[in-house]
């Protein structure tokens, strides 16, 4: 019966943002512009390199686009939904309601997630590739094992932004902690560039921080770059990412609640 109730609400979610039909487009349009922008300069760079960390110019190039398509989907920009509606006291009824706060705060998430996917996801990759080589998924199972990675990704990030968006219930505006948060997880999910492209050192630490599986990963398994047991590691890192924050999302909001003092209306 709950996962029920979650679907639902999955669902509406879904159907309240295809109403934003002007933002989309303007969405598309800065992630394309953006897109061409760091294409261009990735195209500098290994033209210079050549071949980095198993990366060459396409694999480069549509790591750009890909990404500029996951940034929505994932939702690594966050946002303050929930963050608001506790600082109003409207929390204050949510949490009396017969349902799980955190469960219904991810399903919120996923339900953004598959239209981003198809009207935000795809025009940037189209329109790249009408200037660009771009690469695809080399096989079916290759491209299923993306959608489940990227299925991850979109969990990791809905995860880590409740822990944000958590810091309402201590700070009256939390606009400062969660731009700080999300920009760091931008920079170490290979958000401005592939994390082959780090320092050896730093490669190796973002690559075991949960950032990496809200970005890097998911188009590195487009890329085909991870078969077999290292996909399988790869989805056992996404999947342990995803319960210790979900986890610690729970411990955050279980301290939040013994004492609730409600700011506002």
């Excluded at 933002?23 to 512009?33: D, K, L, W």
């Excluded at 981003?116 to 080399?138: E, N």
């Excluded at 409740?162 to 700070?171: D, E, N, P, R, V």
């Excluded at 170490?188 to 994390?195: D, E, K, M, Q, R």
Aim: proline share 5%; charged share 10%; aromatic share 16%.
């Amino acid at each position: 019966m709950k996962l029920r109730l979650y679907a639902e609400v999955a669902r509406s979610t879904f159907r309240r943002v295809t109403t934003y039909r002007g933002a989309t487009f303007a969405g598309v349009v800065t992630n394309t512009v953006f897109g061409f922008i760091l294409a261009y300069v990735l195209v500098a760079v290994f033209n210079q390199r050549g071949n980095v960390g198993g990366f060459d110019t396409t694999d480069a190039v549509t790591y750009v686009f890909v990404t500029q398509g996951l940034l929505m989907v994932v939702g690594i920009f966050g946002n303050f939904e929930m963050a608001e509606r506790i600082r109003t006291g409207d929390v204050a009824v949510d949490l009396c309601r017969p349902y799980d706060f955190q469960g219904w705060w991810l399903a919120v998430h996923y339900g953004k997630a598959p239209f981003y996917l198809v009207f935000r996801g795809l025009p940037p990759y189209l329109l790249g590739a009408l200037v660009f080589d771009l690469r695809l998924p080399p096989d079916v199972p290759t491209f299923l094992a993306f959608l489940v990675s990227t299925a991850l990704a979109v969990g990791v990030a809905g995860a880590y932004g409740f822990i944000l968006q958590s810091l309402a219930f201590w700070l009256i505006d939390i606009r400062g902690p969660s731009q700080l948060g999300w920009i760091t997880a931008q920079f170490f999910a290979g958000t401005y560039l592939p994390l082959v492209l780090f320092p050896a050192w730093l490669e190796s630490v973002a690559r075991v921080l949960p950032f990496a599986s809200m970005i890097q990963f998911p188009v590195e398994v487009f890329l085909g770059k991870h078969t077999g047991a290292n996909l399988a590691g790869v989805f056992m890192l996404q999947l342990f990412w995803l319960v210790a924050l979900v986890a610690a999302g729970r411990v955050l909001l279980a301290r939040a609640t013994q004492k609730l003092v409600i700011q506002g209306g």
